[in-house]
């Protein structure tokens, strides 16, 4: 008989969400570097609430010709050259973190990781992209689906600049440490988890698991 699956794997019909976050050397994912990833996974608590689980967080190295702009290195407050950084291969760094994603996938008994993220179009391109170019073939994600955190900020707070809806959420935001990829990722992981947790999904997870033994079954 099948182990009984995580409350979460039935909270999201299968998928396992994990925030993301990148910042980037530009807004064009086929030519402009990844400098920096981060990864929060999304735990369900004994009570049916989300929170959040592990963090991942690299700084990467620039693949070899990628354009940086002036400008994007200005928002950031990013030093690509620094040696302080402590930057690693864009390879090294998504299969750290696709590692730690597979593991929960399995521990939970969820089908596949989904991307939740502000405006996911670009950290999901972004990340596509980087997977594409290291061939990296274990990628945990579904490849186009995506929660994004900046609609459902519209809905819920009617804001939808991650800033303004976590003032509306009640969550502190600090604008000094804001644009760096693990701070905006976990103010993320927290905004999503405030947006489910308003709609709490009461299930019989016994009956879910017996349904899921049955399919696997036939």
């Given at each position: 008989?099948?182990e009984?699956?995580?409350?979460i794997a039935?909270?999201?019909?299968?998928?396992?969400?994990?925030?993301?976050d990148?910042?980037?050397?530009?807004?064009?994912?086929?030519?402009?570097?990844?400098?920096?990833?981060?990864?929060?996974?999304i735990?369900?608590?004994?009570?049916?609430?989300?929170c959040?689980?592990?963090?991942?967080?690299?700084?990467v190295?620039?693949?070899?010709?990628?354009?940086?702009?002036?400008?994007?290195?200005?928002?950031?407050?990013?030093?690509?050259d620094?040696?302080?950084?402590?930057?690693?291969?864009?390879?090294?760094?998504?299969?750290?973190?696709f590692?730690?994603?597979r593991?929960?996938?399995?521990?939970?008994?969820?089908?596949?990781?989904?991307?939740v993220a502000h405006?996911?179009?670009?950290?999901?391109?972004?990340?596509?992209?980087?997977?594409?170019?290291?061939?990296?073939?274990?990628?945990?994600?579904?490849?186009?689906s995506?929660?994004d955190?900046?609609?459902?900020?519209?809905?819920?707070?009617?804001?939808?600049?991650?800033?303004?809806a976590?003032?509306?959420?009640?969550?502190a935001?600090?604008?000094?440490?804001?644009?760096?990829?693990i701070?905006?990722?976990?103010k993320t992981?927290?905004?999503?988890?405030?947006?489910?947790?308003?709609?709490?999904?009461?299930?019989d997870?016994?009956?879910?698991d017996?349904?899921d033994?049955?399919?696997?079954?036939?």
């Amino acid at each position: 008989m099948p182990e009984p699956k995580a409350p979460i794997a039935h909270r999201f019909r299968g998928f396992l969400p994990v925030v993301i976050d990148v910042e980037t050397g530009g807004f064009n994912a086929d030519t402009d570097a990844l400098l920096e990833i981060a990864a929060v996974l999304i735990e369900m608590d004994e009570r049916g609430r989300l929170c959040l689980g592990e963090q991942f967080f690299f700084n990467v190295e620039p693949f070899e010709g990628a354009n940086i702009e002036p400008a994007a290195l200005e928002f950031t407050g990013i030093n690509p050259d620094s040696a302080l950084r402590g930057a690693v291969p864009e390879k090294d760094a998504l299969t750290a973190i696709f590692s730690g994603i597979r593991a929960e996938v399995k521990r939970t008994g969820s089908q596949r990781a989904v991307v939740v993220a502000h405006n996911a179009s670009f950290d999901l391109g972004f990340l596509n992209q980087a997977v594409t170019r290291t061939k990296i073939k274990r990628n945990p994600f579904h490849p186009f689906s995506s929660f994004d955190t900046a609609t459902l900020c519209g809905l819920v707070y009617g804001q939808t600049v991650l800033a303004r809806a976590c003032a509306a959420a009640g969550i502190a935001f600090n604008n000094k440490e804001a644009h760096s990829a693990i701070y905006d990722c976990e103010k993320t992981a927290e905004i999503f988890c405030d947006v489910v947790n308003r709609w709490p999904q009461p299930v019989d997870l016994a009956a879910l698991d017996s349904e899921d033994a049955q399919d696997e079954a036939h």
